[in-house]
């Protein structure tokens, strides 16, 4: 409350001085931009196998750690894939709005998380598992369901769903 009344009485006294310029406000507009795309034949999410193969798609052979988001309808089909972000050798800082951004903006019902361990074990961290519950909690207050969360490594893949964790 302090603070609110120490930017009430700056602002008051920079009114009455009569010192404080206008201020532009820029009109924007929102949009999603396809880069291009990738063919899905499974068309619906399934099962975390189904995650799993259109996510290896997506990603084929990086090298570097990549969370990624898809977005899915009402039948639980994808309609866009977009990587969040782009970590080291063995990590990634995930936070939930760049992961909800693309869900709002291709008006998503539900999400499917990965990412990959380019180590090649699936095994999900300590972090892995926090970063799920929380990002499920925050699609809960948005009204998008995260259905999963899939750690992709050679040739195999962890479900978090399956583990419990969420």
């Known amino acids: 409350m302090m603070e609110n009344n120490l930017y009430d009485q700056k602002h008051r006294n920079q009114t009455k001085k009569g010192n404080v310029p206008a201020k532009r406000v820029n009109i924007v507009r929102l949009q999603m931009v396809k880069e291009c795309s990738v063919l899905y034949k499974n068309r619906v999410i399934r099962s975390p196998e189904d995650g799993y193969e259109l996510f290896k798609q997506f990603l084929g052979n990086v090298d570097r750690e990549h ?60 972090e892995d598992i926090n970063v799920t519950k929380r990002l499920k909690e925050v699609g809960e207050i948005m009204g998008i369901d995260l259905l999963d969360h899939i750690i992709l490594g050679d040739d195999s893949f962890t479900s978090l769903r399956e583990k419990g964790h969420m």
């Open 67 to 126: 969370f990624i988001v898809a977005c899915l309808d009402t039948k639980n089909q994808p309609t866009a894939l977009n990587v969040c972000h782009v970590g080291s050798l063995n990590s990634s800082i995930v936070h939930p709005r760049e992961v909800m951004k693309p869900a709002i903006l291709s008006n998503a019902a539900g999400i499917l998380i990965g990412h990959n361990h380019p180590s090649g074990n699936p095994e999900p961290s300590q």
